[in-house]
């Protein structure tokens, strides 16, 4: 297949380069920035373009891997070329992309990506969605020949699923965070919770992650809970984070009664 990449960011690196790796023809890659254009055009032996005017029309896909907010006026420079166009997000509906052409899809990796990790494409979960079951088989047989996990998700769906992975990556892994600066600031390092987050990461694999719950909360131990809100007295914004979830897990362990 002649694929046309719109962006240069993680999504659209590591894509359009399990897509080559597969054998489909990465016809251009769009972005604002020429030099990050070309960049990853040069990877993926395709044509760099900073100008949507410049899209060769001898493409039989666009797949848009921008920013959500971008998504939908992208989509309308792109229709006038009558091609299937999908885009990688998880909080945009189809029914946007509808409304500009009939030709719309869905083609959202379920990972986080980063330009300097290497990430296995084959254990990457593929979310599918398309206006009708022609577009859904084409969306489909593309993401097959790059993975293993392929799934119809409806746009409802999807918008839970982007959400449940909000909480279980992006907030968990500033948590983590918020774990490295209290330890720098007694001069430890992060190095010591790596075999901790590991061994969480790895029962949650294998169980599901209330029956593996532990820690203070889940026992509702007021006395270390409160030693922990002592220790970050100076900073109450953690304090906040900190009695938050706390109290949710104690509810959630404790038949919805809070710290009863």
């Known amino acids: 297949m002649r694929i046309t990449i719109i962006g240069s960011g993680n999504v659209a690196t590591h894509l359009s380069a399990a897509l080559k790796n597969a054998g489909h023809r990465i016809v251009q890659v769009y972005s604002r920035d020429m030099h990050n254009a070309t960049l990853l055009a040069y990877h993926v032996g395709a044509e760099a373009i900073d100008d949507l005017r410049d899209i060769n029309p001898q493409t039989d896909l666009f797949i848009i891997a921008v920013k959500d907010d971008a998504i939908i006026e992208t989509a309308a420079h792109l229709a006038a070329y009558s091609k299937l166009i999908a885009h990688t997000?998880?909080?945009?509906?189809?029914?946007q992309l509808l409304n500009i052409t009939p030709l719309a899809g869905v083609f959202y990796p379920?990972?986080?990506?980063?330009?300097?990790?290497?990430?296995?494409?084959?254990?990457?979960?593929?979310?599918i969605e398309g206006a009708d079951e022609d577009i859904v088989k084409?969306?489909?047989a593309l993401a097959r020949d790059v993975s293993n996990s392929v799934y119809r998700i409806s746009s409802a769906q999807r918008k839970v699923l982007h959400l449940s992975a909000v909480f279980a990556c992006n907030f968990v892994n500033h948590l983590?965070?918020?774990?490295?600066?209290?330890?720098?600031?007694?001069?430890?390092?992060?190095?010591?919770?790596?075999?901790?987050i590991k061994e969480t990461a790895d029962k949650a694999m294998l169980n599901s992650p209330y029956t593996v719950q532990t820690g203070p909360a889940v026992r509702n131990d007021k006395n270390t809970m409160g030693t922990h809100l002592q220790l970050l007295k100076a900073q109450p914004h953690l304090q906040r984070i900190y009695e938050m979830l706390s109290q949710d897990i104690i509810k959630n362990h404790n038949k919805g009664n809070g710290d009863k």
């Open 176 to 196: 983590y965070g918020i774990g490295e600066q209290l330890l720098k600031d007694s001069e430890m390092d992060f190095d010591l919770l790596r075999p901790l």
């Open 138 to 140: 084409t969306l489909e």
């Open 110 to 127: 379920l990972q986080t990506f980063s330009k300097t990790k290497e990430v296995d494409f084959r254990e990457v979960p593929m979310c």
């Open 89 to 95: 997000s998880g909080a945009v509906d189809l029914e």
